[in-house]
């Protein structure tokens, strides 16, 4: 299921063909290994165009002079509220893939 999830937000970011999208479908690819999370991608109403939409929307509000910008975290916090991911999930998948196993040291 999480395959599907991957493509399916790869074929939208790639319609898109903006950076601004495939960030978005980084985050979500990283997102994406369980299937709980993947069942949340692949909802029907859930399309990355309206959330690349609405973070365009909101670069735009706070824009100053030809400078439209919105820090990182506050793009993915937008992402994941959207497709209703749990910030506790998403913490600990970001913290597990922050950090090197000792073991791989050795």
């Known amino acids: 299921m999480t395959?599907?999830?991957?493509?399916?937000?790869?074929?939208?970011?790639m319609e898109?063909?903006?950076?601004?999208?495939?960030?978005?479908?980084?985050?979500?690819t990283g997102m994406c290994t369980t299937n709980t999370v993947a069942m949340k991608i692949l909802e029907d109403d859930k399309k990355l165009k309206e959330i690349y939409d609405k973070v365009w929307s909101e670069a735009r509000r706070g824009r100053k002079g030809?400078?439209?910008?919105?820090?990182?975290?506050?793009?993915?916090?937008?992402?994941?509220?959207?497709?209703?991911?749990?910030?506790?999930?998403?913490?600990?998948?970001?913290?597990?893939?922050?950090r090197a196993n000792i073991l791989d040291l050795i």
């Open 3 to 13: 395959d599907k999830a991957i493509e399916k937000i790869t074929r939208e970011a």
């Open 16 to 28: 898109i063909n903006d950076p601004v999208a495939f960030g978005i479908e980084e985050h979500l």
């Open 66 to 98: 030809n400078c439209a910008y919105i820090p990182p975290e506050e793009v993915y916090a937008m992402v994941d509220e959207y497709y209703g991911l749990n910030n506790k999930v998403t913490n600990r998948q970001r913290s597990s893939a922050d």
